[in-house]
């Protein structure tokens, strides 16, 4: 029953962590990234034929701008996998300076909303189902604005957007604590975007960002109240050790991840109805092979969840048992899941160890030489 529950996982990949990337300081360049994001797609390809569960890319716009993208959805089915979520970008033009869809000047207010209803353009041209939208809205000093007329305008536009989705579609509501505003993020928080999602109604979720969170912060409570609340639509992981590090999810804190994964299933929200997206950068770990791994931790992580021994759990809470229960949730993180996990693979006609077989496999040698020349993608392409 654990096999078959983890054979249907699926974690999707994004677009833009194939690209080049870095830090505040430098972005440093890698042989074989791609230029376009059909190279971006080919990429993520080679994920799901090692690992069988990441049957998906997100695209994120304008990075991912093409001409027919409904020939990038075709050259994408042609490969084994499909696009995913439809991520926005308003915080990359010089307009967006003291904002977007919350700017005091009305004029800024529409182009971000423009674009944002370009992105919906963008899922129904490429049979997505799913927009995310994060914005770096904020202010930076006491005064700077006001904080009520940001969440009316927030709200505006917000309303806007749920109006032109179409019936199978959905968005995604995504909070950050700070950065790059620092005084006051209009949407710091699990809570304000839970707010937001409610009152606009079901086709709103609110996606959860683990490296977007205060240290000590209770993500796994997080993550079951949304479920209870029906308000969860996924997650973009990734790893943090101070802020938004964007590293490979697991990499941290991989108790954490076992903990959130419980929720999850315990929950009900192991469904296909939870995104289960990744979202990091690999600054300075091959992009292919950072993604391949990310995708075992989860599925690790997943595994062990499953193995929790949930009437045990619940006789022990209910006896006010608080070493037994807690023994029960130690034991199934304790146990390793790699022989099952390989087997799994084995069983479904993948090689045991995906990284073993990527490597084998000869592709990055094989980028690296024919991918020269040209723009290679990266932050803000």
Not at 272 to 286: G, K, S, V, W, Y
Not at 326 to 350: F, I, Q, S
Request: glycine share 10%.
């Amino acid at each position: 029953m654990i096999k078959e529950q983890l054979r249907g996982q699926r974690i999707e990949t994004p677009s833009w962590a194939y690209g080049n990337s870095g830090t505040r300081f430098k972005v440093f360049a890698q042989p074989g990234v791609p230029r376009d994001p059909y190279e971006k797609i080919a990429d993520a390809a080679q994920v799901h034929a090692f690992t069988g569960i990441a049957p998906t890319v997100a695209l994120h716009i304008p990075w991912d701008r093409v001409d027919d993208y409904a020939a990038l959805a075709r050259h994408a089915a042609g490969l084994g996998v499909g696009i995913g979520a439809i991520n926005s970008n308003v915080f990359q033009d010089d307009d967006y300076k003291l904002g977007s869809v919350t700017h005091p000047d009305p004029r800024v207010r529409a182009k971000a909303l423009a674009h944002l209803l370009e992105c919906v353009d963008v899922m129904d041209a490429t049979g997505s189902g799913t927009l995310k939208l994060w914005f770096s809205d904020g202010t930076n000093y006491p005064g700077q604005d006001d904080v009520r007329d940001r969440q009316d305008r927030l709200a505006e536009a917000l309303a806007a957007v749920y109006d032109r989705l179409g019936e199978d579609q959905r968005f995604l509501l995504e909070y950050k604590l700070f950065e790059p505003a620092f005084y006051m993020t209009d949407l710091p928080d699990w809570g304000a975007a839970y707010a937001h999602c409610v009152r606009l109604g079901p086709k709103a979720q609110v996606v959860v960002d683990t490296g977007h969170h205060a240290p000590g912060t209770n993500i796994e409570f997080i993550v079951a109240f949304l479920l209870r609340e029906g308000k969860l639509g996924g997650f973009d992981f990734n790893s943090r050790f101070y802020a938004d590090d964007d590293l490979m999810v697991g990499a941290a804190d991989p108790f954490q991840l076992f903990r959130i994964m419980y929720e999850v299933i315990r929950g009900g929200g192991f469904t296909e109805r939870t995104a289960f997206m990744l979202d990091q950068c690999h600054n300075i770990e091959p992009k292919i092979a950072g993604q391949i791994r990310s995708v075992m931790n989860v599925q690790e992580a997943t595994a062990k969840a499953l193995l929790v021994d949930r009437d045990a759990l619940a006789a022990a809470q209910r006896a006010g048992d608080v070493l037994g229960a807690n023994a029960v949730l130690m034991d199934a993180y304790n146990t390793d899941v790699r022989p099952l996990l390989a087997e799994l693979r084995e069983e479904m006609g993948l090689a045991p160890d995906p990284m073993a077989a990527y490597a084998k496999s000869g592709y990055f040698e094989r980028i690296a030489a024919d991918r020269v020349g040209g723009a290679q993608a990266g932050w803000g392409a």
